[in-house]
């Protein structure tokens, strides 16, 4: 099974620093407005997102943790190491460096090929990405796990993500033929876009960026992936939809019936803090 995860952290998150909310206190916002998002510390416990979003994730068997950063990365770093109950994992950091003539990264796809470039072992084995602002469960985390051949990603079922109508729609759309063979990735989807992905028990596909690769297969297509015009970047489901042309049935859904709680502006603060008071944990 699948023993190394790669979660980019490397975003320069805008929306929340640019976003507000009351009543999440000063602390809150300051940390929204400065830290990467998974660092932002929620609830009374002050532990990250990232911290619960790294339990998880062992407890689901994974052990070696490549974590995408940006270069000035220090203070990300001795945070990871100082968070505690997470002794089964070994940490590995990538830094996702900017191109000349560039003030941002050159986005997700760009963040996974410097990985494989900075760490050849994963050119040759399979491996998980995931980002890091989602809580992902140990559940969804063991599904990706037990992909062995091939690739796959979580398709979550749509009914049960607890976001509004508006929010699902700027997710990216998930096509599958009969065999839920990924055939297409749909950004930014219109209505009828919706319909005509439902399957026939009217079922619509959510991907929340949680991937399982074959290195020695994706390594080719993240490298050649090309510059989305719209949005200035590289991007992951680019290279992948290039995959799939070359190799229609190499990417697997795994359907997934749960919620998956994200930060996206400073809203979401409170909202993964309800969550996280539900948890055991």
Same mark, same amino acid.
């Given at each position: 099974?699948?023993?190394?995860?790669?979660?980019?952290?490397?975003?320069?998150?805008?929306?929340?620093?640019?976003?507000?909310?009351?009543?999440?206190?000063?602390?809150?916002?300051?940390?929204?407005?400065?830290?990467?998002?998974?660092?932002?510390?929620?609830?009374?416990?002050?532990?990250?997102?990232?911290?619960?979003?790294?339990?998880?994730?062992?407890?689901?068997?994974?052990?070696?943790?490549?974590?995408?950063?940006?270069?000035?990365?220090?203070?990300?770093?001795?945070?990871?190491?100082?968070?505690?109950? =997470?002794?089964?994992?070994? /940490?590995?950091?990538?830094?996702?460096?900017?191109?000349?003539?560039?003030?941002?990264?050159?986005?997700?796809?760009?963040?996974?090929?410097?990985?494989?470039?900075?760490? +050849?072992?994963?050119?040759?084995?399979?491996?998980?990405?995931?980002?890091?602002?989602?809580?992902?469960?140990?559940?969804? /985390?063991?599904?990706?796990?037990?992909?062995?051949?091939?690739?796959? =990603?979580?398709?979550?079922?749509?009914?049960?993500?607890?976001?509004?109508?508006?929010?699902?729609?700027? /997710?990216?759309?998930?096509?599958?033929?009969?065999?839920?063979? =990924?055939? +297409?990735?749909?950004?930014?989807?219109?209505?009828?876009?919706?319909?005509?992905?439902?399957?026939?028990?009217?079922?619509?596909?959510?991907?929340?960026?949680?991937?399982?690769?074959?290195?020695?297969?994706?390594?080719?297509?993240?490298?050649?992936?090309?510059?989305?015009?719209?949005?200035?970047?590289?991007?992951?489901?680019?290279?992948?939809?290039?995959?799939?042309?070359?190799?229609?049935?190499?990417?697997?859904?795994? +359907?997934?019936?749960?919620?998956?709680?994200?930060?996206?502006?400073?809203?979401?603060? =409170?909202?993964?803090?309800?969550?996280?008071?539900?948890?055991?944990?």
């Amino acid at each position: 099974m699948t023993q190394s995860l790669l979660i980019m952290a490397a975003g320069a998150s805008s929306r929340m620093k640019l976003s507000v909310a009351e009543n999440i206190g000063s602390v809150a916002t300051e940390q929204a407005n400065n830290r990467t998002k998974g660092l932002i510390e929620i609830g009374e416990n002050g532990k990250p997102l990232l911290y619960y979003l790294l339990r998880n994730a062992q407890d689901a068997g994974y052990r070696t943790i490549y974590l995408i950063t940006a270069a000035d990365a220090s203070f990300f770093r001795s945070t990871i190491c100082s968070l505690p109950n =997470l002794n089964q994992l070994r /940490f590995v950091f990538v830094t996702q460096h900017i191109p000349k003539g560039r003030i941002k990264p050159l986005g997700t796809a760009d963040a996974v090929f410097q990985a494989l470039e900075q760490f +050849s072992e994963l050119q040759t084995n399979n491996f998980s990405v995931c980002n890091s602002d989602n809580l992902y469960t140990v559940s969804a /985390f063991r599904k990706l796990r037990s992909i062995e051949h091939g690739s796959g =990603l979580i398709a979550y079922d749509s009914d049960f993500l607890n976001f509004s109508k508006e929010k699902i729609a700027g /997710f990216a759309l998930l096509v599958f033929n009969l065999d839920f063979y =990924l055939e +297409s990735i749909i950004e930014k989807p219109a209505a009828l876009d919706f319909k005509k992905a439902a399957d026939k028990q009217g079922r619509v596909y959510i991907s929340m960026n949680a991937f399982t690769f074959e290195g020695n297969v994706m390594y080719s297509f993240l490298r050649d992936c090309p510059i989305n015009i719209d949005r200035d970047e590289k991007e992951l489901p680019t290279a992948l939809l290039n995959m799939i042309q070359v190799h229609p049935t190499s990417v697997k859904g795994i +359907s997934m019936q749960e919620h998956v709680p994200d930060l996206t502006t400073k809203k979401d603060l =409170l909202l993964l803090e309800d969550y996280l008071s539900t948890q055991k944990r």
